[in-house]
């Protein structure tokens, strides 16, 4: 195996040929496993995710870190069956390899129960077709990450601990039953200790055992418990090394712009004034922009806003105004999905009220703390990448394609990121760098976005409208009929990632609407797809992000329409749905004290969606301060079947929501002249500590599945919100920001 690459820490080295056949390691049953990707140089690489040197134990984590605490989850389903101490574990990110492939992507999402629907079927069926493309997605994203490595990554920590002892079974000449393992030994029963480095290079030489037996949940040290985050020592201290802080010796700065009308090109420009510039070394045509090189970012960014550039014109609509026509007039079109359909939703009920309303919601940038940003190296032998990404085996092909290498010369480096919510799942600031990297031959160059171009050019959330119908009667829905449009960031972002577009019914359009655990005898959902070319992306949450504001927003209304109090209205019709449903709202009611009933001066909206197969119940309290309104607490419940760090699932889950709450107080990205208005965090701002809620979290454990919470906390922080601010002030909220329509604390 080619050898292209090193890490220094464990100094292991990466082999990247093509890697053919089966799946990662561990999990799957296959005719053929992948190759272990870790090749030893001075030390054991026992299986894709366990190495072991002189230094100690590296456990290779095949997912990002991006501040979501992965890393100290997965290492630590590899050290529960490793038997090594927790404080004696190091975490480094994978390199781009099928070893690392995400089998849970397939089923991210999945709703709470099998519909058997056509169009669902259909989806499945057209999403199995492209599963061989799929093989090759080593992605962080879906909130799959644990839910992926559960099995898989104990297994690889218990094959390497049987076969350490193999090792030593054959030193001492004992059985290998005979002997046990504690912190990073294999003990004999007369006590001898032989640590895992001494026992490494043999048991590299052994084919690992097969058919281990994982450890019952009762016998855990480590799982089930909050654990210290392994990333966070080197967070506070300054020496974490994120994609921004990458250095490397002769390396030089750039900076990058490009046409702010979206999908546009470049005429002409002229270099002149930049270059005059000190500090400037060259300006480089990249097509529809440019790059200037400097021996600083500053003066590099600087000097890109100096050079004279005629642009081109824009073919997407050129106004918000007229982008929305389009998706508004993508419900004359036929539905691309239906894929819920029970009873009858033409006709309301005799004796039934009508609900009727429209909803409108916004593109949404993802806006991470730290701008896009890579560092490439062009050489003879090939090229190399740092940069934080959650895709590396999608940005080593997509860079290999821009500079003409094979897929084997390209090496990437996954750093920390400073922030994902999705945004590093594409690869065009990976691919921008190489280029560039390409055009300057053994210079290792850093090109880094100004918050102006990141937030211009972002793949976003795309703009949304639903128009729900329904009817409640005896204090129940009996009706509920929702049509939802807007453009499809399956269908973009798989012919842009992958190469192709997932044909038939699109289930991520309508995900956190059609797969509700609500018993609504006369329940439909139908998604229809603007076609526009405006860059759309997977934002945290997908399309449950905007879905769980329609979905929930108008259950909140049919419970005012019903007369019924709004918490036990969902809860209701909940019950023999989905327990693990009812269970988190049924503790919300408990933290929070709900009544139903509010003093003067506060209001109180409860919120709920079902996402990424796990439920999530929120109560946002907001209270009215003289005319201005503050967001004062929040109580959050979310079932995840098994906690594996609690106290990390807590963090997530109020991430999430606050990531909620600010998109529906201040998130919108709008459009003139084809250009994206937005630029900058004062534009585009998000809650601080002075305004966000005192929240509480409550991790139940009776899903029959577990999940991931990197994205379920987000979509009902929104509508609960708005149904907060509906108690309060009789305002109903139909569109998003908030903040265009209520006094809020800023």
Avoid at 41 to 49: K, R, V, W
């Amino acid at each position: 195996m080619a050898s292209i690459g090193k890490i220094a820490r464990r100094s292991f080295l990466i082999g990247s040929v093509a890697i053919l056949g089966g799946v990662a390691f561990g999990v799957y049953k296959a005719r053929q496993t992948p190759p272990n990707p870790l090749s030893s140089e001075d030390g054991a690489a026992l299986n894709p995710y366990v190495l072991i040197n002189a230094d100690g134990v590296t456990i290779i984590t095949p997912r990002a870190e991006m501040g979501q605490g992965i890393h100290s989850t997965l290492a630590a389903l590899v050290a529960e069956e490793l038997d090594v101490a927790w404080q004696d574990v190091t975490a480094l990110h994978g390199p781009p390899a099928q070893a690392y492939y995400n089998g849970a992507l397939m089923g991210a999402g999945m709703p709470f129960k099998d519909y058997a629907l056509t169009d669902m079927q259909h989806s499945l069926k057209e999403a199995l077709a492209v599963l061989p493309k799929m093989m090759s997605l080593q992605v962080t994203g879906g909130s799959t990450s644990t839910v992926d490595a559960f099995d898989k990554m104990r297994l690889a920590g218990a094959t390497a601990r049987e076969t350490l002892k193999e090792a030593a079974a054959q030193r001492l000449g004992l059985a290998r039953s005979d002997l046990a393992t504690g912190d990073g030994y294999v003990i004999a029963p007369d006590g001898t200790r032989l640590s895992y480095v001494e026992l490494a290079a043999d048991a590299a030489r052994i084919e690992p055992l097969q058919n281990i037996a994982l450890r019952p949940a009762s016998q855990w040290k480590y799982l089930g418990k909050s654990m210290p985050r392994l990333d966070i020592p080197a967070k506070v201290t300054g020496t974490a090394t994120f994609g921004i802080d990458v250095r490397v010796e002769g390396m030089k700065f750039a900076a990058l712009r490009r046409n702010p009308a979206l999908g546009a090109s470049m005429r002409d420009y002229d270099p002149a004034p930049a270059l005059a510039m000190t500090g400037v070394e060259r300006v480089v045509d990249l097509g529809d922009g440019i790059a200037v090189v400097a021996n600083n970012t500053w003066i590099a960014m600087q000097a890109a806003e100096a050079v004279e550039i005629d642009w081109e014109t824009s073919i997407n609509p050129a106004t918000t105004d007229d982008a929305f026509a389009v998706i508004a007039a993508a419900f004359d079109g036929k539905a691309n999905s239906t894929m819920r359909d029970d009873g009858n939703t033409e006709e309301v009920p005799q004796g039934a009220t009508e609900v009727t309303a429209e909803y409108r919601l916004p593109y949404l940038a993802h806006a991470t703390m730290e701008p896009m940003n890579a560092t490439a190296h062009m050489t003879a032998e090939g090229l190399t990448i740092w940069c934080g990404n959650q895709a590396p085996v999608i940005i080593q092909g997509k860079c290999a394609d821009a500079t003409g290498l094979a897929v084997e010369q390209v090496t990437v480096h996954t750093t920390l990121l400073g922030g994902g919510f999705g945004r590093r799942g594409e690869s065009d600031y990976a691919v921008y760098a190489a280029r560039l990297a390409a055009a300057m031959p053994g210079t290792p160059v850093q090109l880094t976005w100004s918050r102006e171009e990141d937030m211009r050019h972002d793949f976003y959330r795309p703009g949304a409208i639903a128009r729900f119908r329904g009817a409640v009667q005896d204090g129940r829905a009996v009706l509920l009929d929702g049509q939802i449009a807007a453009q499809s960031t399956t269908r973009q972002a798989g012919q842009r990632l992958a190469g192709m577009a997932p044909p038939g019914p699109d289930k991520g359009h309508v995900e956190g609407a059609f797969d509700q655990p609500y018993a609504i005898p006369n329940y439909r959902i139908r998604g229809y797809l603007a076609e526009m070319d405006i860059p759309v992306g997977f934002w945290r949450a997908v399309g449950n992000s905007f879905n769980g504001f329609f979905h929930d927003t108008f259950i909140d209304e049919l419970a005012h329409a019903a007369g019924a109090d709004p918490l036990e209205f969902r809860l209701s019709m909940m019950r023999d749905e989905h327990a693990p449903s009812a269970g988190t709202l049924e503790a919300v009611r408990e933290m929070s004290g709900w009544t139903g009933q509010t003093p003067d001066g506060f209001g109180r909206g409860v919120g709920f969606t079902y996402s990424f197969g796990c439920p999530v119940a929120q109560v946002v309290e907001v209270i009215d301060e003289g005319g201005t309104i503050r967001i004062n607490r929040a109580w959050i419940a979310a079932d995840v079947g098994v906690a594996l760090d609690p106290g990390n699932i807590r963090a997530q889950l109020e991430g999430g929501m606050i990531f909620g709450l600010s998109a529906a107080v201040f998130g919108r990205i709008t459009f003139a002249d084809g250009a994206v208005e937005q630029g900058n965090f004062p534009d585009y701002d998000g809650l601080r500590l002075h305004n966000s809620p005192l929240i509480e979290t409550r991790v139940l454990e009776t899903n029959r599945h577990m999940s991931g919470v990197g994205e379920p906390g987000t979509p009902p922080a929104m509508p609960a919100l708005a149904n907060a601010l509906f108690d309060l002030t009789g305002k109903r909220a139909r569109s998003l920001p908030l903040l265009d329509q209520f006094d809020l604390l800023i």
